[in-house]
């Protein structure tokens, strides 16, 4: 069975970094493309950016809204993927998703960031 | 970057058919944009319903459908269900980066 959990959510103040984590299971991890959404309060799903499976070179593509502010990178060992988020702003809260394929999803970890 | 719309919000009676869209401000969408749907319950992970157009996963109810149409994405339930009540997303992707509509709230009534 696909799961994926996330983790790493909380309370962070404006300016602040985060590392959220998803960890994989239940499939071969190493060529799956990943990928990152978020919903803010009352806000629709926004894509954040993947990273693509190694067979892909595992490289990265972001969302213009979060390109050099976020980091999407991912450990093939641990099955993992990670979402570091820099300068943080307030209106980065929300709930963040990390996918497989954008077919299966994580049940989500929630960011709040204020002062 | 590009704008994906949809309607903000649809009616549907229970058993009806209803056609949600979606559509992008750069021209017409089509196949090489993989348009995917999902659905979108409150308290839920997103649900995924359509990817690359028309194909179907397999928890995917055989009454919705994704198509294009009129130069747009589709997804078309036929005989909604009280539980098809959602918001539905589309997502769009443009060469490296992908854009999600701003959602279509469904309600069955």
């Known amino acids: 069975e696909v799961q994926l959990v996330e983790s790493g959510g909380g309370l962070i103040k404006p300016g602040g970094s985060l590392r959220l984590s998803c960890a994989a299971s239940g499939f071969t991890f190493i060529n799956v493309w990943m990928t990152w959404v978020r919903q803010a309060p009352g806000k629709g799903l926004e894509w954040l950016g993947r990273v693509k499976g190694r067979a892909h070179g595992g490289t990265t593509d972001y969302a213009e809204s979060v390109r050099g502010r976020f980091t999407i990178s991912r450990d093939d060992s641990k099955n993992m993927v990670f979402l570091q988020m820099d300068s943080l702003k307030s209106e980065d809260t929300a709930v963040y998703y990390c996918?497989?394929?954008?077919?299966?999803w994580g049940q989500g970890t929630l960011v709040t960031v204020s002062s | 970057q590009a704008v994906v719309t949809q309607e903000p919000s649809l009616t549907v009676s229970p058993g009806g058919t209803v056609t949600l869209t979606c559509g992008s401000s750069?021209?017409?969408?089509?196949?090489?944009?993989?348009p995917c749907w999902f659905q979108r319950k409150p308290g839920q992970a997103p649900r995924t319903l359509i990817y690359d157009t028309n194909n179907k996963l397999s928890w995917t109810p055989a009454r919705f459908s994704g198509s294009l149409l009129g130069g747009k994405g589709a997804l078309t339930l036929s005989g909604a269900q009280p539980e098809d009540e959602a918001e539905y997303y589309c997502l769009l992707s443009y060469s490296d980066v992908r854009v999600f509509g701003g959602g279509t709230k469904l309600t069955v009534l």
């Open positions: 750069i021209g017409a969408v089509t196949s090489d944009q993989y």
């Open positions: 996918s497989r394929d954008l077919h299966y």
